[in-house]
């Protein structure tokens, strides 16, 4: 008989590489493709590298900290406070708080390579200007940028064009319902989403869906829209029951900052590991179809950079 407490901590962790996907997409994405932005208008690179940087660190600074709270607290309470919803979990409550400080200096470190300036003060206005230069920049080219965005996917996954569904949107990018039962918290979040990337079902089919105000967030959120394609075999065990109550548990809207500000470092770290040549939609569909202690056990090698953590996911590659 499955454990449901298992089940809701494994799909935590499947959502956290989902979510580290998408934030390592998110830094990494337009280099793939820096030619083509190029032919199109030579600032975009430049302003790519500048929001990634800038929307990554308002983790820590502006707006975010005010709806969420403050990464340092929420991780310490992760591991002590058992109403915590990561309390108790074998990787977010041990590993959580180290993950999101080591992506930080990561990035601070990126904006002193790259000259961006991450001073607290008017951030959250630094970070709408950007992306309304970038809207701007983008405007001539939005027909290139949609097909280049299902390609730098196609690309990254091997999934096929025909299943991706992307959409350069002018405003709201939520499905009316998505997370419409939230808490406050939930609902606060639900207005600044400016990506969105799931899966749905067309016909006889699932699909992968994306909708993104800039090419770099359309690009970002086919990614997890796929990734999240990969996993949903994590999902095939559960009865319809078991399967409401991990979603309505794990997949909440409130917990997709600390999953992004984390996860990322996470994905960093799992791509290192992987040996050369192997298909990373193969090692994480075979991650998802794990137990979740051998899921866990597996990701903690990985996370603790050890020795045979090559060797642990190699048969996964197969």
Request: hydrophobic share 45%; charged share 25%; net charge positive.
């Amino acid at each position: 008989m499955l454990d449901e407490r298992l089940e809701i901590q494994k799909r935590h962790t499947l959502n956290w590489l989902i979510q580290g996907a998408s934030q390592h997409a998110g830094m990494t994405l337009h280099h793939l493709v820096r030619d083509e932005l190029n032919a199109l208008e030579r600032q975009l690179l430049r302003y790519y590298d500048h929001f990634a940087l800038l929307a990554f660190l308002q983790y820590w600074r502006g707006m975010s900290v005010l709806i969420s709270g403050w990464p340092p607290r929420f991780w310490k309470r992760a591991a002590s406070k058992p109403s915590h919803p990561f309390f108790g979990h074998p990787l977010l409550s041990k590993y959580g708080g180290m993950l999101s400080e080591e992506a930080k200096q990561r990035a601070l470190l990126r904006c002193k390579e790259k000259g961006v300036s991450a001073l607290p003060f008017a951030f959250s206005f630094k970070v709408v200007s950007l992306l309304g230069r970038l809207r701007s920049l983008e405007a001539p080219h939005r027909q290139r940028l949609l097909q280049l965005a299902k390609q730098t996917a196609s690309t990254v996954w091997g999934i096929p064009f025909e299943r991706l569904e992307a959409e350069l949107s002018e405003g709201t990018v939520l499905p009316g319902d998505h997370f419409a039962g939230e808490n406050i918290q939930g609902q606060m979040l639900r207005t600044c989403v400016i990506g969105y990337g799931g899966v749905a079902r067309r016909r006889h089919e699932l699909i992968v869906t994306a909708k993104g105000v800039t090419w770099q967030l359309l690009a970002k959120e086919l990614v997890k829209g796929t990734a999240e394609l990969v996993c949903l075999r994590g999902l095939r065990q559960l009865d319809a029951r078991m399967y409401q109550r991990v979603i309505d548990v794990s997949d909440r809207i409130d917990l997709e900052p600390w999953m992004l500000q984390s996860g990322g470092e996470l994905w960093r770290r799992l791509l290192a590991t992987l040996p050369d040549g192997c298909s990373v939609a193969r090692v994480l569909m075979n991650l998802a179809l794990l137990p979740a202690e051998d899921l866990h056990s597996a990701l903690e090698s990985v996370i603790q950079q050890s020795k045979d953590a090559g060797n642990r996911l190699a048969p996964l590659a197969k």
